[in-house]
């Protein structure tokens, strides 16, 4: 139904800004609620974000992240963004987006998943 591809990862020094797109194609992001989870080097995997599919668009953030990073939607590209500031290097990992029929911290819940893009918190 949808494809997703993650991009915007790489190397950041810690207290800097990274942005992170997922792009869609097959269908508009807009049908789905959309998250983001990272995985860090011998973690599981973690809900880190997620925008709902309703209309007032709600979001949610996971405590570590909350204040510092931002989800949002550009329909006009169908693309998800996680706007990431003050960054820390425990903020280190691989970044998965992922879209599902409603918004939830459980990632099971989720149908498609994207290949992932790593971002490295380091001086």
């Known amino acids: 139904q949808v494809q997703l591809v993650e991009s915007g990862g790489g190397l950041v020094q810690p207290g800097g800004s990274l942005t992170l797109s997922c792009a869609g194609t097959?269908?508009?992001?807009?049908?789905?609620?959309i998250a983001w989870s990272r995985q860090a080097p011998g973690k599981e995997r973690e809900a880190v974000s997620y925008?709902?599919?309703?209309?007032?668009?709600?979001?949610y953030y996971e405590d570590s992240v909350k204040g510092r990073f931002t989800i949002s939607r550009d329909s006009a590209r169908n693309t998800v963004h996680l706007q990431m500031n003050r960054l820390k290097p425990e903020d280190t990992g691989v970044y998965y987006c992922?879209?599902?029929?409603?918004?939830?911290?459980?990632?099971?819940?989720?149908?498609?998943w994207g290949q992932g893009t790593q971002v490295t918190v380091s001086s």
């Open positions: 992922a879209a599902g029929g409603k918004g939830s911290t459980y990632l099971y819940e989720y149908d498609y």
């Open positions: 925008i709902t599919n309703h209309r007032d668009g709600s979001t």
């Open positions: 097959g269908r508009t992001l807009d049908y789905y609620a």
